[in-house]
């Protein structure tokens, strides 16, 4: 009489994601575009079956057209990037094109980290999970766009007659404009009387 054992061999492998953005932007405005690029390379001997990459987008950062094989999650800016299978010492990239909206945080540090789903590789050992996960870091700046337009009451007046100057202030966006100076500055015949909605005289009676 013989026995015999059957042992499930599980290969060893080591996968690792790079994420980078296309043309090295470190500095973005509300409402411009980026584009991130998901580098997935497999340093080992066997080919890796059934990799999924999730890419979680910052608040603000809407995705555009996604690129084949790369889905929504659970939320919009939850992205799942799934490859079916990676051939050993190979690497696969795809650019995920995002815009930045005004609802995005305007500050330095807006981290977007993209990380393998190694709980989910099923029938493979990755050995060095150091490398499973990348991040890249964008400054937010506001993006506003200021018009400043000036009208008089009258083209000519005479001594002692007051004329009244309307400035008025566009912003077409897409950011909020804050702290916003508008200095006028008048001509020697003139002097400064009142001014509404929050102008002041800043220099003499003559000045602006």
Wanted: charged content about 10%.
């Amino acid at each position: 009489m013989t026995s015999q054992a059957s042992t499930t061999v599980t290969p060893n492998v080591d996968l690792e994601l790079l994420k980078t953005i296309v043309g090295g932007a470190t500095v973005i405005g509300v409402g411009e575009n980026l584009t991130y690029r998901l580098s997935l390379t497999n340093d080992s001997t066997v080919a890796v079956t059934n990799v999924q990459v999730f890419d979680d987008l910052p608040t603000g950062f809407n995705p555009g057209t996604l690129p084949t094989g790369v889905a929504t999650g659970t939320a919009p800016n939850d992205l799942v990037w799934t490859i079916a299978s990676i051939a050993a010492g190979a690497t696969l990239t795809v650019d995920i094109p995002v815009t930045v909206t005004t609802t995005a945080t305007v500050a330095a540090g807006q981290r977007n980290t993209a990380t393998i789903n190694i709980a989910g590789l099923t029938g493979f050992n990755d050995t060095d999970t150091s490398n499973n996960s990348s991040f890249v870091d964008v400054t937010v700046q506001p993006r506003y766009n200021l018009l400043v337009t000036k009208d008089n009451s009258a083209t000519s007046v005479t001594t002692g007659q007051n004329v009244t100057y309307t400035i008025t202030v566009n912003n077409s966006g897409p950011s909020t404009a804050t702290n916003v100076q508008i200095t006028d500055t008048l001509p020697n015949q003139l002097q400064f009387v009142s001014a509404t909605s929050g102008g002041t005289a800043i220099g003499s009676a003559t000045g602006q």
